[in-house]
T-cell receptor, first 112, second 115 residues
C-alpha cells in the first residue's frame, strides 16, 4: 500500500543549530504535503505546507522543500530554540485531503 | 474561531465493552476525519466524511468500529467490542476542502485505555 517514510525517528541538536527532517512518499498522485508539530500530550498542529506546484516554501525559521521527481520532501528549522522540541509529522495527500498518510514522526530535542 | 471539540478527553474501559466518542468540527468545515494515534506512531486515518457522506473508510475495522455524521456536522465514533490493541488517542480533525488551505485542524483527542 501507499506509505510515507520519515527520518530520522529522533533528532537531537544544540540550540541555535539547524534541524532537517526528511520524508519520502510512494504515491505519485500525492500533491499536498503538510507538516505538523505535536507537543507532549497536545494535538498535532499544522506548521507549514507545500503543494506540488511549488519547490520551496519558507515561513520565518522553518522551510519546506519538495522534489516531486524523487518523491521526497524535507522540513528545515534554522536557529532552533528549546520550544521547538516536539514530535514532527510529515504527511502526503491528494487533492481535497484524500488518502492522507502520515509519517511515523521525528522526535526533536533542542538542548539549551 | 472555535476549534474542533471532542469528548470525552479520557476513557478507561474493560475489553469487550463498548465506547463512543463525539466530535464537533469547526463551523463550516465540510470535511471531517477520525484518526487513531497509537503511542509513538503517526496518526492513522480511520474514516473521512465529506458533509454527511463517507468518502474513505478503507482502514476502519468495520467488524468493531462504526462512525456516523448526521446532518453533516457532529460525528460519533463507536467501538464495540473494544480490544486491548484499541488503546490509543482518537483524534478528530476537520478542514474546509473548498478553499486553498487543506490543512487539518485537530481536536484535543480522546485518550482511550482498554484494560
Amino acid at each position: 500500500g501507499e506509505n510515507v517514510e520519515q527520518h530520522p525517528s529522533t533528532l537531537s541538536v544544540q540550540e541555535g543549530d539547524s534541524a532537517v527532517i526528511k520524508c519520502t512518499y510512494s504515491d505519485s498522485a500525492s500533491n499536498y504535503f503538510p507538516w505538523y508539530k505535536q507537543e507532549l500530550g497536545k494535538r498535532p498542529q499544522l506548521i507549514i505546507d507545500i503543494r506540488s506546484n511549488v519547490g520551496e516554501k519558507k515561513d520565518q525559521r522553518i522551510a519546506v522543500t519538495l522534489n516531486k521527481t524523487a518523491k521526497h520532501f524535507s522540513l528545515h528549522i534554522t536557529e532552533t530554540q528549546p520550544e521547538d522540541s516536539a514530535v514532527y509529522f510529515c504527511a502526503a495527500s491528494k487533492t481535497g485531503g484524500f488518502k492522507t498518510i502520515f509519517g511515523a514522526g521525528t522526535r526533536l530535542f533542542v538542548k539549551a | 474561531e472555535a476549534g474542533v471539540a471532542q469528548s470525552p478527553r479520557y476513557k478507561i474501559i474493560e475489553k469487550r465493552q463498548s465506547v463512543a466518542f463525539w466530535c464537533n468540527p469547526i463551523s463550516g468545515h465540510a470535511t471531517l476525519y477520525w484518526y487513531q494515534q497509537i503511542l509513538g506512531q503517526g496518526p492513522k486515518l480511520l474514516i473521512q466524511f465529506q458533509n454527511n457522506g463517507v468518502v474513505d473508510d478503507s482502514q476502519l475495522p468495520k467488524d468493531r468500529f462504526s462512525a456516523e455524521r448526521l446532518k453533516g456536522v457532529d460525528s460519533t465514533l463507536k467501538i464495540q467490542p473494544a480490544k486491548l490493541e484499541d488503546s490509543a488517542v482518537y483524534l478528530c480533525a476537520s478542514s474546509t476542502r473548498q478553499g486553498v488551505d487543506y490543512g487539518y485542524t485537530f481536536g484535543s483527542g480522546t485518550r482511550l485505555t482498554v484494560v
